[in-house]
């Protein structure tokens, strides 16, 4: 049953219809008719030497040989026998393939002819030497203009037949190959993706009375269809004829000659075939007395579905309204569909479930990714008890919509439902017993949700409660960091098999952690931060045959992870940083020692893990490489750990001698550093000082630079320009500096904080280190930063200072600016505080923004 549920996650294109007994029928997958390469892996495959006589390179995977070569690869190799059931040739420059190409191919049953751009011929009988070939790809030959009428003798086992994407350009020039008592087993053809524009009445002639159950011709730019075109196909059931430009009355009549000659059609394809506002009624009155249990209508064009949308029609079960971009049903909208089973709405546009369409004989409900795009982001609202009437209800699927929240009674109702489809639903919270009435559910899928990320205590003790049947849980992409505290969510699953906590931020696992998952087969903790562990965590999990650790950060394998995994039939730990050194050579050995070596080969199988140093080699190859002398594990420890730790000690003391550098020059640092952020500012780099001279712009009027032997002096300018007009705000250190703060800092600080800076020049200023520093502060504060119209420096010469005791930016200074000078005379006096406050004084601003 597990497996039944994984395999319909992925609805995309459909076969025929299966009914359980309890009248539940999904969807059922099919084979892609696109290429199948993609499926072949290469971390699991060899390469053989190419093959020089055709000029091909061929590849074994697990389950088949590849051969390929775009500019050499000219002849099918008969060099290599395939050991593999399914035989490729892909990508070469084969112009053709003839008769005898395949005699040494005599024991595969599927056969791949693909994307080969040069082939243009298959010869009569080329597949005959391969009695039991039953699947058979020719697609992708853009070149192939046609089938020779024998190519397929010998295929009597033949059950599918692909003939994709080629360059055929008449269905005529493919049918006529296709003879009944040439592959009489025949049950399924598709011609997708090739260029007929019109299907004439004798076009599968050659198939009367043939076995084919699936014909699929969608995509092939068919304009007509003559309406006796499918008579000879007798036993056709299912119909693919999506994605084409006949119009309404073309298809209506074709249904209709074939369904009164009796053709058993079950199942129609109509993706994306045009219909537009509305369903052709005649073609819904065809359809509705007919067999036909399966429509899929997806990707046309319905914004709003009603009563009158479809006539009644008894034998549908499966109704496919995917990406119809309804926006609204009303309440009466399937009522004319008795035995509907399957309804299928995902990628439309509803806010949340149309009370319509949640009937009570409906076994599945699609209803993933209505809202929470990007293109349609409101929420799709699911509160309260909307399923309550769903009795029968198997599959549910609500991903990629914006949930947000879901509760107690959201899911009541459920009590048949086994599948349930969260998977990208914006879940920021969910309670406890959310799911505790799902008795019966088996899968479900939490992946890449928020509810763990937005709770504190992160997996709710009580969330799974109830789920005694669950026996898959996905749990990807959860943000989840740890499993249990207090309690342990998973104590309940006494059911579960499968568990999928792949990308999310788990760091260490506990025995308690898994504990009581007695029944668990595969646990995928892949791309987490797992590191090692070193007590066991699956001891309990006797059933457990596979673990994923694949991309955490485990650095070793310890003892208890090797008692762990030796019970297990493969665990996967490539891209992990296993750091091979001599110590996991001793760990490993003592194991081995007691254990059988072989164990370690058959647990890892082809994913090995690698070491992250000593040349990426496995594991195994590492201890191998130990035990023949190539790498020396015998010598003193430390002498190994030395070409490590030496270099590390080096850059250690680099960094310590920059930072003690650092420390000791910090004032000449902070200010070149507070030079350059006014520098920046200047030039617009960092945001600017304002330009205006506001008063309210700067703290003080004026930054006073002087000498402490001048006190007595500074006492008098601070009373006559504070006390008197006009009343300035002066910034003097012994006042105004900050109490335990470095000098330097505060000097930095107040000078820019000022708008002018006024140099009590005396001789005990020109002698005074600290008074020349401050004047390197001014004097670059001017030169780089001030505005050029303004002068923020003012000079008061006090006293008589000698020549000799100037450094040269004071005597640059005094030559090249106008300075004030001190006199003891009175009457000179008065002038001088006059023309002080006006160097000093800051200017108005006029505000005439106001009305």
């Given at each position: 049953?597990?497996?039944?549920?994984?395999?319909?996650?992925?609805?995309?294109?459909?076969s025929?219809?299966?009914?359980?007994?309890?009248?539940?029928?999904?969807?059922?997958?099919?084979?892609?008719?696109?290429?199948?390469?993609?499926?072949?892996?290469?971390?699991?495959?060899?390469?053989?030497?190419?093959?020089?006589?055709?000029?091909?390179?061929?590849?074994?995977?697990?389950?088949?040989?590849?051969?390929?070569?775009?500019?050499n690869?000219?002849?099918?190799?008969?060099?290599?026998?395939?050991?593999?059931?399914?035989?490729?040739?892909?990508?070469?420059?084969?112009s053709?393939?003839?008769?005898?190409?395949?005699?040494?191919?005599k024991?595969?049953?599927?056969?791949?002819?693909?994307?080969?751009?040069?082939?243009?011929?298959?010869?009569?009988?080329?597949?005959?030497?391969?009695?039991?070939?039953?699947?058979?790809?020719?697609?992708?030959?853009?070149?192939?203009?046609?089938?020779?009428?024998?190519?397929?003798?010998?295929?009597?086992?033949?059950?599918?037949?692909?003939?994709?994407?080629?360059?055929?350009?008449?269905?005529?020039?493919?049918?006529?190959?296709?003879?009944?008592?040439?592959?009489?087993?025949l049950?399924?053809?598709?011609?997708?993706?090739?260029?007929?524009?019109i299907?004439?009445?004798?076009?599968?002639?050659?198939?009367?009375?043939?076995?084919?159950?699936?014909?699929?011709m969608?995509?092939?730019?068919?304009?007509?269809?003559?309406?006796?075109?499918?008579?000879?196909?007798?036993?056709?059931?299912?119909?693919?004829?999506?994605f084409?430009?006949?119009?309404?009355?073309?298809?209506?009549?074709?249904?209709?000659?074939?369904?009164?000659?009796?053709?058993?059609?079950?199942?129609?394809?109509?993706?994306?075939?045009?219909?537009?506002?509305?369903?052709?009624?005649?073609?819904?009155e065809?359809?509705?007395?007919?067999?036909?249990?399966y429509?899929?209508?997806?990707?046309?064009?319905?914004?709003?579905?009603?009563?009158?949308?479809?006539?009644?029609?008894?034998?549908?079960?499966?109704?496919?309204?995917?990406?119809?971009?309804?926006?609204?049903?009303?309440?009466?909208?399937?009522?004319?569909?008795?035995?509907?089973?399957?309804?299928?709405?995902?990628?439309?546009?509803?806010?949340?479930?149309?009370?319509?369409?949640?009937?009570?004989?409906?076994?599945?409900?699609?209803?993933?990714?209505?809202?929470?795009?990007?293109?349609?982001?409101?929420?799709?609202?699911?509160?309260?008890?909307?399923?309550?009437?769903?009795?029968?209800?198997?599959?549910?699927?609500?991903?990629?919509?914006?949930?947000?929240?879901?509760?107690?009674?959201?899911?009541?109702?459920?009590?048949?439902?086994?599948?349930?489809?969260?998977k990208?639903?914006?879940?920021?919270s969910m309670?406890?017993?959310?799911?505790?009435?799902?008795?019966?559910?088996?899968?479900?899928?939490?992946?890449?949700?928020?509810?763990?990320?937005?709770?504190?205590?992160?997996?709710?003790?009580?969330?799974?409660?109830?789920?005694?049947?669950?026996?898959?849980?996905?749990?990807?992409?959860?943000?989840?960091?740890?499993?249990?505290?207090?309690?342990?969510?998973?104590?309940?699953?006494?059911?579960?098999?499968?568990l999928?906590?792949?990308?999310?931020e788990?760091?260490?696992?506990?025995?308690?952690?898994f504990?009581?998952?007695?029944?668990?087969?595969?646990?995928?903790?892949?791309?987490?931060?797992?590191?090692?562990?070193?007590?066991?965590?699956?001891?309990?999990?006797?059933e457990?045959?596979?673990?994923?650790?694949?991309?955490?950060?485990?650095?070793?394998?310890?003892?208890?992870?090797?008692?762990?995994?030796?019970?297990?039939?493969?665990?996967?730990?490539?891209?992990?940083?296993?750091?091979?050194?001599?110590?996991?050579?001793?760990?490993?050995?003592?194991?081995?020692?007691?254990?059988?070596?072989?164990?370690?080969?058959?647990?890892?199988?082809?994913?090995?893990?690698?070491?992250?140093?000593?040349?990426?080699?496995?594991?195994?190859?590492?201890?191998?490489?130990?035990?023949?002398?190539?790498?020396?594990?015998?010598?003193?420890?430390?002498?190994?750990?030395?070409?490590?730790?030496?270099?590390?000690?080096?850059?250690?003391?680099?960094?310590?001698?920059?930072?003690?550098?650092?420390?000791?020059?910090?004032?000449?640092?902070?200010?070149?550093?507070?030079?350059?952020?006014?520098?920046?500012?200047?030039?617009?780099?960092?945001?600017?000082?304002?330009?205006?001279?506001?008063?309210?712009?700067?703290?003080?009027?004026?930054?006073?630079?002087?000498?402490?032997?001048?006190?007595?002096?500074?006492?008098?300018?601070?009373?006559?320009?504070?006390?008197?007009?006009?009343?300035?705000?002066?910034?003097?250190?012994?006042?105004?500096?900050?109490?335990?703060?470095?000098?330097?800092?505060?000097?930095?600080?107040?000078?820019?904080?000022?708008?002018?800076?006024?140099?009590?020049?005396?001789?005990?200023?020109?002698?005074?280190?600290?008074?020349?520093?401050?004047?390197?502060?001014?004097?670059?504060h001017?030169?780089?930063?001030?505005?050029?119209?303004?002068?923020?420096?003012?000079?008061?010469?006090?006293?008589?200072?000698?020549?000799?005791?100037?450094?040269?930016?004071?005597?640059?200074?005094?030559?090249?600016?106008?300075?004030?000078?001190?006199?003891?005379?009175?009457?000179?006096?008065?002038?001088?505080?006059?023309?002080?406050?006006?160097?000093?004084?800051?200017?108005?601003?006029?505000?005439?923004?106001?009305?």
């Amino acid at each position: 049953m597990v497996v039944i549920f994984l395999a319909i996650l992925i609805i995309k294109t459909h076969s025929l219809l299966i009914c359980d007994e309890n009248d539940f029928c999904p969807p059922q997958p099919i084979a892609s008719d696109s290429n199948n390469i993609a499926v072949f892996d290469d971390s699991y495959s060899d390469f053989i030497q190419r093959d020089n006589v055709s000029g091909c390179y061929c590849r074994l995977y697990q389950t088949a040989m590849t051969c390929f070569g775009r500019s050499n690869c000219k002849k099918v190799p008969k060099v290599f026998v395939s050991p593999k059931k399914i035989l490729v040739f892909h990508t070469s420059a084969l112009s053709e393939v003839k008769y005898g190409d395949f005699e040494i191919f005599k024991n595969v049953s599927e056969v791949y002819i693909e994307f080969n751009n040069l082939l243009v011929n298959l010869e009569d009988k080329v597949f005959e030497p391969i009695e039991n070939l039953t699947y058979l790809s020719i697609s992708h030959n853009v070149n192939l203009r046609s089938l020779n009428k024998g190519v397929f003798y010998g295929c009597k086992n033949l059950q599918k037949l692909l003939l994709i994407g080629n360059g055929f350009n008449n269905i005529h020039d493919a049918a006529l190959a296709l003879q009944t008592n040439l592959i009489p087993n025949l049950k399924i053809l598709s011609f997708k993706n090739n260029n007929f524009e019109i299907i004439q009445e004798d076009s599968f002639a050659s198939l009367y009375n043939s076995t084919l159950t699936v014909l699929n011709m969608v995509l092939c730019r068919i304009d007509f269809i003559h309406p006796r075109a499918f008579l000879p196909l007798k036993n056709l059931e299912s119909l693919k004829l999506g994605f084409n430009s006949f119009n309404e009355s073309t298809i209506t009549d074709v249904l209709n000659t074939s369904i009164q000659n009796n053709i058993p059609l079950k199942n129609l394809n109509f993706y994306s075939a045009g219909f537009v506002k509305t369903l052709p009624r005649g073609l819904m009155e065809v359809l509705a007395n007919s067999q036909v249990n399966y429509l899929n209508l997806s990707k046309n064009r319905f914004e709003v579905i009603n009563k009158n949308s479809f006539p009644v029609m008894p034998s549908l079960k499966v109704l496919d309204l995917a990406e119809v971009l309804a926006l609204s049903v009303t309440k009466d909208a399937f009522v004319n569909f008795p035995n509907l089973r399957t309804l299928i709405l995902s990628f439309n546009k509803f806010s949340e479930p149309p009370k319509s369409v949640l009937l009570e004989n409906i076994t599945y409900l699609d209803l993933q990714q209505n809202s929470g795009s990007v293109f349609f982001s409101s929420a799709f609202t699911v509160s309260g008890s909307r399923f309550k009437n769903m009795k029968k209800l198997i599959y549910l699927n609500l991903g990629y919509n914006k949930l947000d929240a879901l509760y107690e009674e959201t899911f009541l109702g459920l009590e048949n439902l086994k599948f349930l489809g969260l998977k990208n639903g914006t879940i920021r919270s969910m309670s406890n017993y959310t799911f505790a009435t799902l008795k019966k559910l088996e899968f479900l899928n939490l992946e890449n949700n928020y509810f763990v990320k937005n709770n504190p205590v992160g997996i709710e003790n009580d969330i799974f409660t109830g789920l005694d049947n669950l026996r898959v849980l996905l749990l990807g992409g959860n943000y989840i960091s740890f499993i249990a505290q207090d309690s342990n969510p998973f104590k309940g699953l006494k059911s579960l098999i499968h568990l999928d906590l792949n990308k999310n931020e788990i760091i260490y696992l506990t025995f308690a952690d898994f504990g009581s998952l007695i029944h668990l087969k595969q646990l995928d903790l892949s791309y987490n931060s797992l590191t090692s562990w070193t007590s066991r965590i699956f001891k309990n999990n006797t059933e457990l045959v596979k673990v994923n650790l694949f991309a955490n950060k485990i650095p070793f394998i310890t003892k208890p992870m090797l008692e762990d995994f030796q019970n297990l039939d493969e665990v996967v730990m490539n891209e992990n940083p296993i750091m091979c050194e001599c110590n996991l050579y001793t760990e490993l050995e003592e194991w081995f020692e007691n254990n059988n070596e072989s164990l370690f080969f058959n647990v890892f199988g082809e994913n090995q893990p690698r070491c992250s140093i000593s040349g990426n080699v496995t594991v195994m190859d590492f201890i191998d490489n130990v035990k023949n002398g190539l790498i020396d594990c015998n010598s003193n420890d430390l002498t190994r750990r030395l070409y490590l730790i030496l270099p590390l000690v080096f850059i250690l003391l680099i960094f310590l001698g920059v930072g003690l550098g650092l420390f000791y020059y910090r004032h000449h640092v902070r200010y070149w550093l507070f030079l350059t952020r006014l520098y920046l500012s200047r030039k617009g780099k960092i945001s600017p000082k304002p330009t205006k001279e506001n008063p309210e712009t700067f703290k003080y009027d004026a930054f006073v630079s002087y000498s402490s032997e001048d006190t007595a002096f500074i006492t008098l300018l601070v009373k006559m320009l504070e006390k008197n007009p006009p009343h300035l705000n002066l910034c003097i250190y012994e006042r105004d500096f900050e109490i335990g703060t470095f000098i330097s800092e505060n000097v930095l600080e107040n000078v820019s904080q000022s708008r002018k800076t006024l140099l009590i020049i005396s001789e005990n200023y020109a002698k005074s280190q600290w008074c020349r520093w401050e004047t390197q502060i001014a004097h670059h504060h001017k030169i780089f930063f001030q505005n050029e119209k303004d002068d923020s420096l003012v000079l008061i010469k006090y006293g008589h200072v000698s020549n000799t005791s100037l450094t040269s930016t004071l005597k640059y200074l005094l030559k090249t600016r106008i300075y004030l000078q001190w006199d003891e005379d009175l009457k000179k006096q008065k002038d001088f505080w006059e023309k002080l406050g006006m160097a000093l004084k800051p200017n108005i601003i006029v505000d005439n923004t106001q009305v």
